[in-house]
């Protein structure tokens, strides 16, 4: 392989022989899809069919790291792992930060896919080269952080772990799989813990020690040096100081927080109570990073009762406060953080668990569930301690847990009646904690998401009268209730965002001035080539229409391209919010695409993508 920044080399599993081999990626390949997302979506779009079970031993596991991972490049330690989805049956992703990225990319792979299923709990241990499945039999039922401990303290550094919880083990659909012990970076949408459980797959253990070959160290260097202090100013200093929840009362206060499952309006008490502000003035203990991180916007909290009582561990972020929060009404913060430290203990996504307690406390409040449903518990909105318990229902597949760990979509089928007209989801996935009501990008988003409510794969929000990007083509978004402008920021959003989950980068370095031009700089550096601006935007154009493709083999059209009903009505109580224009604003994000009214992109576009065969 002639590119830098990449060791040309795919691990290939197969867990029912417990064989293993490695295959070649091209300059071509590279090229063509980067690697992360991308990468995982080219070799799922290959590799499996319509009739491919989401939980079956064909479903492949793969895990992917991009050309920036690995290099001193800011905030480029991270990692994605691609699947098609146990939890929405469609393409599935989810990007992950801390260290395990880069330890994997030193032992000299640039992906790694895992098939079959194995008759017994095993691990993968890859050491530099060697590659190793051992039984993890003594492991089973254990939960995140002291498998996590006993791997660092049996191989020692530079070990890390990707590892599921009780809650993987146990098929639970919204499980996670969790990396960096106690801190808890998740792999946390789309179910990809309750693959790694079909698969009898405990944990992903990496060792690697290699030096990635760079193409231009020297230019790295200084390029580095100028983008520097971009790093400590403005928006990437308050999430220093605060974290991702610094944001809370803000989004309170323009109606952008999730309160009462979606349904109530304004909550700034306690908003206020929650806030990134609150938590630097009473809970928290200390900052964390992740690798390569220079703006540490992770909250470290000390855990109060259960087997960690004392321990530093990491705290709730934005997402997390709004769902196992505002969501729930729940309005104290150590309670909080004491669901945060359960759902990465059992391996949970915080954001669907708290999406569908949210779900499930709606549900108990209609009397469409009761006591002898939940096992015993009152799920009564505000009540911390229903929370918590639930999570281990959930996590365990015990009375109304049992459910709710198919996700929201699937448990409003069981229970029935009006259930699904308070069920919060798109393409079956539970939204992350920005209310599509607050902002017209956060709408169109959220609907034309592959992996279904994702705010992710825009990034739009805090672009929609707020900071602008300048290199990124399209003009400033200064009223965030119009339609002008957001389809066609969408369009260019997701495309940039592709990148960054291709190449892989922490999307807070856009904060730093990790814009078009830089990111574009630095995968020259880093490779050899010579991409300018338009190509590499037309790469990103290239891999977000690829994972639509996935999904249109699989029946996505236009008519999942939309909002759940929740979504499309006034919350109660009034508030700032607006209902979104979504067939218009369809129709012009269609267009920006080239697709058709369908939602489906036309010959033509695909051939000018290089995606003539993905038909």
């Not at 920036?68 to 929405?88: C, D, K, Q």
């Not at 890859?126 to 039922?141: F, Q, T």
Request: net charge neutral; with cysteine; aromatic share 8%.
């Amino acid at each position: 392989m002639k590119a830098k920044g990449y060791w040309g080399r795919i691990l290939h599993i197969d867990l029912n022989s417990g064989e293993f081999s490695t295959d070649t990626l091209t300059d071509a390949v590279a090229r063509k899809y980067i690697g992360g997302s991308g990468l995982g979506a080219r070799i799922l779009y290959d590799e499996t069919t319509l009739e491919t079970d989401p939980m079956g031993p064909d479903n492949p596991l793969i895990f992917a790291v991009g050309p920036l991972t690995g290099t001193r490049i800011f905030n480029s330690n991270r990692f994605e792992v691609v699947a098609r989805s146990p939890l929405t049956g469609i393409y599935g992703e989810a990007n992950c930060g801390g260290y395990w990225g880069e330890v994997f990319k030193n032992c000299g792979y640039d992906a790694m896919v895992i098939r079959g299923q194995s008759r017994k709990p095993v691990y993968l241990y890859i050491d530099d080269g060697e590659v190793r499945i051992e039984d993890a039999s003594s492991l089973c039922g254990k939960e995140t952080f002291e498998v996590d401990r006993y791997f660092k303290d049996k191989f020692g550094k530079p070990t890390e772990a990707a590892v599921i919880g009780p809650a993987g083990e146990n098929l639970v659909k919204i499980a996670n799989i969790i990396t960096d012990g106690t801190h808890g970076r998740a792999v946390g949408r789309c179910g990809m813990g309750a693959l790694m459980g079909s698969k009898k797959l405990k944990a992903v253990v990496v060792r690697g020690t290699k030096g990635l070959p760079i193409a231009h160290e020297d230019r790295i260097r200084d390029f580095m040096k100028k983008l520097g202090p971009l790093m400590n100013e403005d928006i990437a200093l308050a999430l220093k100081n605060y974290g991702t929840s610094g944001g809370v009362e803000y989004c309170e206060d323009i109606g952008n927080l999730p309160v009462k499952n979606w349904y109530q309006g304004p909550w700034p008490e306690g908003a206020k109570k929650i806030s990134g502000q609150a938590m630097a003035a009473t809970i928290l203990t200390n900052n964390y990073h992740c690798g390569r991180c220079v703006i540490n916007c992770g909250r470290t909290v000390k855990a109060v009762g259960g087997p960690y009582d004392g321990v530093e561990i990491g705290g709730p972020e934005y997402e997390t406060i709004g769902l196992l929060g505002s969501n729930l009404l729940v309005d104290d913060l150590p309670a909080i953080a004491k669901s945060n430290e359960l759902c990465n203990r059992l391996g949970l996504d915080t954001i669907s668990t708290g999406g569908v307690i949210g779900f499930a406390m709606e549900a108990f409040e209609r009397g469409l569930v009761t006591e002898k449903d939940t096992g015993g518990i009152k799920l009564l909105w505000g009540d911390g301690k229903a929370v918590h318990a639930m999570i281990e229902k959930i996590a365990r597949r015990e009375a109304l847990g049992d459910v709710l760990a198919e996700g929201v979509c699937s448990a409003a089928d069981q229970i029935g009646g009006t259930a699904r007209e308070f069920a919060v989801h798109v393409k079956g996935l539970e939204p992350p904690a920005h209310d599509p009501r607050a902002k017209m990008t956060v709408a169109i988003g959220f609907a034309t998401s592959n992996r279904g409510a994702c705010h992710l794969q825009a990034f739009t929000h805090d672009f929609e009268e707020g900071v602008v990007i300048e290199d990124l083509g399209s003009p400033a978004l200064t009223d965030r209730f119009t339609l002008e402008g957001k389809a066609e920021n969408v369009f260019r959003m997701q495309n940039l965002m592709s990148m960054f989950d291709s190449l892989t980068a922490c999307k807070f370095a856009l904060f730093g001035g990790m814009t078009v031009k830089p990111l574009t700089e630095f995968l020259n550096h880093v490779t050899g080539w010579d991409f300018d601006d338009a190509e590499f935007m037309k790469t990103g154009d290239r891999l977000y229409c690829l994972k639509r493709m996935y999904n249109i083999r699989l029946g996505i059209s236009r008519k999942d391209d939309t909002l759940p009903p929740r979504m499309l009505v006034h919350k109660r109580g009034g508030g700032t919010n607006a209902l979104p224009a979504i067939n218009i604003l369809l129709n012009e994000y269609y267009r920006y695409r080239g697709w058709d009214e369908f939602g489906i992109p036309s010959k033509q576009r695909l051939s000018e993508l290089g995606l003539e065969g993905a038909v």
